[in-house]
């Protein structure tokens, strides 16, 4: 596996001294100014959604199984005052020690409700645009579905000023467009692909609203959450910077992204202070959560997960896990420790021992922008400071990730100091963010050519798979997700190189063809797809497919619009 002496490892990162409760209180306070919670309040409803263990309200329903889905009961409003339906369960454990699941479910119905928090949302912006310039029947009917999708997953706070939030919410100052199905707030790194649908959409207003909306929560919590609820204690890919790029080029407004450099320089002091890794003298980056108990929506998959392992043992998988879903792909072989063994589950993910291609290759996007605003400011000593940073983390994603044998890029195994050479999609996200010399831009876009054809990444006719491990975990074999596939048919159109331009288009009128006639079989758009397959959507992982859904259909606009006269069958 290429591995190399890892002695040089020093990790510069100091665990966040932050615990899980303090930071779901500090989320859940907000210094929102449509809800007013107190630090009592919001300890309280920290106690219930949060906090697990024997004896606690989260562990007593989610191991009765009183939902299908772990989600769906941290997502549920509380009927009554938080100290009373704590007072009420203690009343209940006076009964018994191990309330049975029929008591649990009468406790819920007693004391939580299923009222949605967030509102529907009719974005002012909108207009019912006809994609009349579509000549494909199917393709046009698609596109103007989706355009109306806008408005069946326009969402806003429903808080009434003034009272407190029940819920594990986050207050939000604009309104905002959801995935879709159990994924009913915010996401993180979904709204990249979303606002790049909002712009065909010609919907600039509310892209602007859910950028800034994600830039308050930067402010309030220090980090942007994975998502829209208090239980998110974590981050996601770090796609902001991206996301105030392509808002300045699609309006030109200067003024505003200028305004948006010091919370974008604060996220990246984020992940620098908290996630970085020096590994042969080069500044690297990990996803990495130090909270060491079940994530509670997703309490009970966790806790049986590790109920055979010792306490270490068990703290130490729960940080996995939680930087697993830190990292979007949740879950993986790409974060088994052994990610060709077939016999590698869930149990031995070991995420925090891998330096992955593509969050180093967003955080290196991350500081080219940055430094790119500062350049159209004129200030030029800011913008050295933050090239210098883009340009040493590039070197660094050089010297130890780029393989010129194979043609790609791998992921770093920490502990072994090697590369990790196995095939996944986001082995080639440096070409969409240019994370590599601008004098190799068409070799690399030949090179990846060459490595996707040699690796057979590219038999398949639903599209480019994840990875080629058919683990059962959803971000796997065969499911193919449409943000990677924007990754990398955007990265190879970018390089210039004849081929990778090609090559691109074929994957652009793959992915459309595929969407256009799943849409039109079930009149749905899903998360992720089936790459054996043109008319199948994807499978695996923690829950069923969802329906919706957000970065799904901003991809495909996104696609027609820059390849307007793509042919599809």
């Known amino acids: 596996m290429n591995c190399e002496d890892s002695r040089s490892l020093h990790l510069v990162t100091t665990e966040p001294r932050v615990t899980a409760a303090c930071a779901c209180v500090d989320i859940m306070a907000g210094k929102a100014d449509a809800t007013v919670n107190s630090d009592e309040t919001s300890t309280l409803i920290y106690k219930i959604f949060c906090e697990g263990g024997e004896g606690t309200i989260l562990h007593a329903v989610q191991m009765n199984r009183v939902f299908p889905d772990s989600k769906t009961f941290v997502d549920l409003n509380l009927r009554r005052e938080p100290g009373t339906v704590l007072e009420d369960f203690q009343s209940l454990l006076q009964t018994t020690s191990q309330p049975s699941t029929d008591q649990m479910v009468k406790f819920v119905e007693e004391n939580f409700s299923m009222v949605k928090s967030l509102e529907d949302f009719d974005p002012e912006d909108w207009t019912d645009l006809t994609f009349n310039h579509i000549q494909n029947v199917k393709l046009r009917e698609m596109c103007v579905d989706l355009n109306r999708r806008w408005k069946m997953l326009g969402r806003k706070t429903s808080c009434e000023k003034g009272k407190p939030n029940l819920s594990t919410l986050l207050h939000l100052p604009n309104p905002a467009v959801v995935p ?7 996401y993180y790194w979904d709204t990249y692909w979303v ?8 919907m600039i207003h509310t892209a602007r609203g859910m950028i800034e909306n994600l830039v308050d929560l930067l402010n309030r919590i220090g980090y942007v959450p994975n998502g829209g609820r208090a239980y998110y204690t974590r981050s996601q ?7 105030v790029w392509d808002y300045y080029n699609k309006t030109g407004d200067l003024s505003w992204a200028a305004g948006q450099i010091s919370h974008l320089q604060r996220e990246w002091k984020y992940w620098e202070d908290h996630h970085a890794v020096v590994m042969r003298g080069r500044k690297l980056f990990r996803y990495k959560n130090v909270e060491t108990s079940p994530r509670p929506e997703s309490y009970r998959e966790d806790y049986l997960l590790a109920a055979d392992l010792s306490p270490q043992l068990k703290s130490q998988l729960y940080t996995e896990l939680r930087s697993g879903a830190e990292s979007g792909w949740d879950y993986s072989s790409r974060w088994f420790d052994e990610p060709g063994d077939q016999a590698s589950t869930l149990s031995e993910i070991r995420i925090q021992s891998i330096l992955p291609v593509d969050l180093n290759a967003f955080l290196y996007k991350s500081a080219s922008i940055i430094a790119d605003i500062l350049a159209l400011l004129g200030n030029k000593e800011q ?17 130890l990730m780029w393989d010129d044998e194979m043609g790609t890029w791998f992921d770093l195994n920490i502990n072994k100091g090697c590369k990790r050479k196995i095939f996944a999609a986001s082995n080639l996200s440096p070409l ?7 004098k190799d831009k068409e070799y690399r876009g030949r090179r990846s050519v060459e490595y996707l054809t040699n690796i057979g990444a590219l038999n398949y006719k639903g599209g480019v798979p994840t990875t ?11 499911n193919v997700w449409p943000p990677l596939e924007h990754m990398l048919i955007t990265g190879l159109r970018m390089t210039g190189d004849d081929e990778a331009v090609d090559l691109a288009r074929k994957l652009a009128e793959q992915t459309i063809t595929r969407n256009v006639k799943v849409f039109h079989q079930t009149k749905h758009m899903y998360e992720k797809y089936d790459c054996r397959s043109l008319d199948k959507e994807g499978g695996g992982g923690e829950y069923s497919v969802q329906l919706g859904f957000g970065w799904t259909n901003g991809v495909t606009l996104d696609l027609v619009e820059t390849y307007p006269s793509i042919s599809i069958e």
Do not use: C, H
């Open 237 to 243: 890919p770090p796609l902001l910077a991206s996301m």
């Open 432 to 438: 969409w963010a240019g994370a590599f010399p601008v």
């Open 180 to 186: 879709g199905g159990r994924f009913g707030e915010i």
């Open 468 to 478: 080629l491990r058919p683990s059962g975990q959803q971000w796997d074999f065969p």
């Open 195 to 202: 606002l790049r649908g909002l712009y065909v959409s010609n």
């Open 383 to 399: 913008e050295e400071t933050w090239r210098m940073k883009a340009e040493d983390l590039m070197q660094g994603m050089e010297e």
